[in-house]
């Protein structure tokens, strides 16, 4: 599938090959196989098959290889290696991942702080936890009417489970206290419920994750006209006559540019760098960069009261640590604007004596991640003249909390204290909020419209307006302010916007 002959010509370039890439290529194969597709990433290829998740790398040495590779620029740079590394106030990006170097914070402003990127084959969809919640109430797009059904098949293409865990001797026992807790006056959509995975379970019973190789299945990896090309820098989008015309690409190996012409261009870069590639080809309608929103992220942590160790509970049958307490999840509301994971810590984030060993999976994670209010304002400018670690235009974030977020996060802290409390022993006295940025969740940059109002970037196919053949994908695109996790909204626009493509290339 990887690739290194460049070609003159394709119909269709995608530009990142991360979980939304991915949709757009799998689509095109199964429903356009006719159709050339030249994948570019930025990053190096550093799991078998490509795109697929670190965590399925058994040898802890080659996993810890693979994330320092993933880091760009900022590779062997410190990595948060634990909980605490983030309560202490330390801006370091997760292992994988690399910080924006400067320019994320403005004076006055809240910015984000810990703003990160992954760079490689299958973007952050080689590092992300797999949860892939539905948005409910306001998080959903309202001004489409297949939203559903394009749900559906984003849980197609991303493997989606609920029962991976259903073995896991704890889960039952985190649910149904949460379920106490949260449940009463809530529908059946809304209660406290197993989370949706991008994982399933082998027959060895080891835990295998989604990533980009999943969504790319069979039928990419064996279509003939697909190619992946890695350490490929995309410089800019090229136009002709106003239309996408291709492609021009730097070589990260050699260093030579050339030109790849396309029939239509897909950016899949993800919230941060789509919006750049647009900007550093001349492409810039009013809401580049705007609507910019994270999701702020409280954690607390608890130890499960009246849980016992079994015979077996240590190891998995592959040497890894068992997973014992599955992953829960409290859905977003409008009345409770924020989206819960309750999932197993692999160690305590605090010190316990010795004397007090650990069950394994007794020590959980409570996570609430808030809707944030949009504002015009909160944005990523780029500058005409300072460049990245790539020699791409610079990025500043204009970013700031409302005092609308400011109450959000005061009430997820005190609920996620009262859902700490029901499920076990607390940990500590206080939850602790996430500085911005941690959650990796950066939407609305190129955000989606219902019409061309100037306060959107793409039409509900994900094209740009006014430049016909060119789309966007990724978090980027949603429009709505969420709380749950991004991916699976984004794969369902994806897969949107590639059948669209599919049905121009007939």
Not at 109 to 129: I, K
Not at 188 to 213: I, T
Request: proline share 6%; aromatic share 6%; glycine share 10%.
């Amino acid at each position: 599938m990887n690739a290194r002959d460049y070609p003159a010509s394709v119909d269709v370039v995608i530009v990142g090959s991360g979980p939304n890439g991915a949709a757009y290529a799998r689509i095109l194969s199964e429903s356009a196989p006719e159709a050339s597709i030249a994948m570019f990433e930025v990053g190096p290829t550093v799991s078998d098959p490509p795109g697929s998740h670190v965590k399925n790398i058994e040898d802890a040495g080659r996993r810890a290889r693979a994330q320092e590779r993933s880091e760009g620029p900022g590779e062997r740079a410190a990595t948060i290696s634990d909980p605490g590394a983030a309560k202490s106030g330390q801006r370091r990006g997760r292992a994988g991942t690399y910080l924006l170097a400067d320019g994320y914070r403005v004076e006055g402003e809240d910015g984000m702080p810990v703003a990160a990127f992954s760079s490689n084959v299958g973007g952050m969809g080689a590092h992300w936890t797999a949860a892939c919640p539905r948005p409910h109430d306001s998080e959903r797009i309202d001004f489409l009417p297949d939203l559903d059904e394009l749900l559906d098949e984003a849980e197609r293409l991303l493997g989606v489970t609920t029962d991976a865990f259903d073995s896991s001797p704890f889960a039952s026992i985190v649910r149904e206290r949460l379920s106490e807790a949260v449940d009463g006056g809530r529908d059946h959509a809304h209660r406290a419920q197993r989370m949706p995975l991008a994982v399933h379970r082998r027959d060895d019973g080891r835990l295998v994750w989604s990533g980009s190789d999943v969504v790319f299945g069979d039928v990419t990896r064996e279509n003939p006209r697909f190619s992946l090309y890695d350490e490929t820098l995309v410089t800019r989008v090229l136009t002709d006559g106003g239309r996408a015309s291709g492609v021009e690409i730097r070589d990260l190996r050699s260093g030579a540019v050339h030109s790849v012409a396309a029939r239509v261009v897909v950016v899949a870069a993800d919230g941060l760098r789509t919006p750049q590639v647009l900007w550093a080809s001349g492409i810039r309608p009013a809401a580049l960069g705007r609507m910019l929103n994270d999701q702020t992220q409280v954690v607390f942590a608890a130890r499960l009261r009246d849980v016992h160790a079994g015979a077996d509970d240590a190891v998995a049958a592959s040497g890894a640590l068992s997973e014992q307490s599955g992953v829960t999840w409290v859905p977003f509301s409008d009345e409770m604007p924020f989206h819960g994971q309750i999932m197993q810590l692999d160690a305590s984030p605090v010190p316990l004596a010795e004397d007090d060993p650990i069950i394994p999976g007794s020590i959980v994670g409570l996570g609430l991640f808030c809707a944030k209010d949009l504002q015009w304002d909160d944005r990523v400018e780029f500058s005409d003249d300072a460049v990245d670690g790539y020699g791409m235009p610079s990025m500043t974030i204009r970013y700031s909390l409302t005092p609308n977020d400011h109450a959000v996060v005061e009430r997820a802290r005190e609920e996620i204290v009262r859902l700490g409390r029901a499920v076990g022993d607390p940990l500590d006295e206080r939850p602790f909020t996430m500085p911005a940025g941690a959650s990796l969740h950066y939407q609305g940059s190129t955000r989606m419209g219902e019409t061309d109002d100037g306060l959107s970037v793409c039409s509900p196919d994900s094209e740009v307006w006014g430049v016909p053949g060119l789309f966007v994908a990724g978090n980027n695109v949603i429009p709505t302010s969420t709380a749950c996790n991004p991916t699976l909204t984004s794969v369902a626009l994806a897969v949107r916007g590639a059948r669209k493509i599919a049905g121009s290339l007939h």
